[in-house]
T-cell receptor, first 109, second 116 residues
């Protein structure tokens, strides 16, 4: 069936460093790839998304890249801050929206 | 701002009990979803609804049912709770009557259910 694999499961960085989270998907018909951020005690919230006709999208300190041939996409966070600490989920939609397993990002001051 | 509220933040039930989890959204969204969140497994779709009285099975519907009598309210029902249903349950809504667009899903804060 459709599957999204996300790595790493945990990531610890120093404040100011960059963080990269990677996802791969199995359904070649997938055409929409959102990223959600879940802060402690809250539900996930959309932070950025990309569609299959675009290779890269940037919004201030966050960027997403998509490689359709390899069926993988990544989230890049630059100049990390303590408030970036959260669980991040990637997702891919072909028929249904399928979420990855989540990455717990910890940014140490 | 879109607001999705869930009836309880924490819930403790006993094996065999019937459990109701309620979700309400205030933005007139067509679509509503129930997910469960478990460590290492991400978010898994239990059921979704794209209209009043309509429901579709997600990836893990076994042991669950849903009800959508009003557009703003989507209920998840555990007919006979079991310990393997101990989890975080997240409700979400999105606006997309056609089902053709990729609309943002807005999530509630979650209900952490423990079944003893």
């Amino acid at each position: 069936g459709e599957n999204v694999e996300q790595h790493p499961s945990t990531l610890s960085v120093q404040e100011g460093d960059s963080a990269v989270i990677k996802c791969t998907y199995s359904d070649s018909a997938s055409n929409y790839f959102p990223w959600y951020k879940q802060e402690l005690g809250k539900g996930p919230q959309l932070i950025i998304d990309i569609r299959s006709n675009v290779g890269e999208k940037k919004d201030q300190r966050i960027a997403v890249t998509l490689n359709k041939t390899a069926k993988h996409f990544s989230l890049h966070i630059t100049e990390t801050q303590p408030e970036d600490s959260a669980v991040y989920f990637c997702a891919a939609r072909g028929g249904k929206l399928i979420f990855g397993q989540g990455t717990e990002l910890s940014v140490k001051p | 701002d879109v607001k999705v509220t869930q009836s309880s933040r924490y819930l403790v039930k006993r094996t065999g009990e019937k459990v109701f989890l309620e979700c309400v959204q205030d933005m007139d969204h067509e679509n509503m979803f129930w997910y469960r969140q478990d460590p290492g497994l991400g978010l898994r779709l239990i059921y979704f609804s794209y209209d009043v009285k309509m429901k579709e099975k997600g990836d893990i519907p076994e042991g669950y049912s849903v009800s959508r009598e009003k557009k703003e309210r989507f209920s998840l029902i555990l007919e006979s709770a079991s310990t393997n249903q101990t989890s975080m349950y997240l409700c979400a809504s999105s606006l997309d009557p056609s089902g053709l667009l990729d609309n943002e899903q807005f999530f509630g804060p979650g209900t952490r259910l423990t079944v003893l």
